[in-house]
């Protein structure tokens, strides 16, 4: 079947490091993206690409970066000049192009910082 | 600034009756509207959808209703199940061609607790 993958399902972090947050993708999507979840404050994007080797910031990309070498992965690398990082992070995918374009999203990283 | 609001932050309904959920936006070159249900720890579901050239969708017990004059669409769910307890989400998607066509842009999510 085809999804969306996630992982580390949870993920520890001391201060001062850096830590990669995995998605991966067999839905052919040339969408992918990079949500965070804090309470009371919804979906904000952090960072999006349409298409391989070619990423756009989003709302809150400071902190953050992110590669997309291959259509099916688009990793996310939390820095240690995020200075909030503990959240959960939702990554998805879509085709802007083709059906309606709605987003399939993994299951989440929680990421907490020790 | 917040293009698209959900004001209500949560909401509690009986389980049997309807939850009406609402979502106001800014953006009037918004083409297509999306609700997400979301449990703790998981990744949001697709729900319902609606385009902006109608304003009714119906799908089971959810119905989503758009009003463009209004800027404001609403989800309702006839009848409430306890299962509908979750985070609910509307989301709004731009026509803007380029890097942004498809992008959506999420409300801050309202907490449905359905009470047996």
């Known amino acids: 079947d085809g999804g969306i993958t996630q992982s580390p399902k949870y993920l520890f972090r001391k201060e001062g490091q850096n830590v990669t947050l995995s998605c991966e993708q067999n839905?052919?999507?040339?969408?992918m993206y990079w949500y965070r979840q804090d309470p009371g404050q919804g979906l904000r994007l952090i960072y999006y690409?349409?298409?391989?080797?070619?990423?756009q910031k989003g709302d809150i990309a400071e902190g953050y970066s992110v590669s997309r070498e291959k259509k099916e992965s688009f990793p996310l690398t939390v820095t240690s000049a995020q200075k909030n990082p503990t959240a959960f992070y939702l990554c998805a995918s879509s085709n802007p192009y083709r059906g309606r374009g709605g987003y399939t999203f993994g299951s989440g990283t929680r990421l907490t910082v020790v | 600034d917040q293009q698209v609001k959900q004001n209500s932050p949560s909401l509690s309904v009986q389980e049997g009756r309807i939850s009406i959920l609402n979502c106001d936006y800014t953006n009037s070159m918004f083409d297509y509207f999306l609700w997400y249900k979301k449990y703790p720890a998981e990744g949001p579901t697709f729900l319902i959808s609606i385009s902006s050239i109608k304003d009714k969708n119906e799908d089971g017990r959810f119905t989503v209703f758009l009003n463009k004059s209004a800027k404001h669409l609403s989800l309702h769910i006839v009848p409430s199940q306890p299962g509908d307890s979750a985070v609910y989400f509307c989301?709004?998607?731009?026509?803007?061609?380029?890097?942004?066509?498809?992008?959506?842009?999420f409300g801050q999510g309202t907490i449905l607790t359905v009470h047996p």
């Open positions: 839905l052919n999507h040339d969408a």
């Open positions: 690409s349409q298409i391989v080797n070619d990423f």
């Open positions: 989301a709004a998607r731009g026509n803007a061609g380029g890097t942004s066509y498809g992008k959506l842009t």
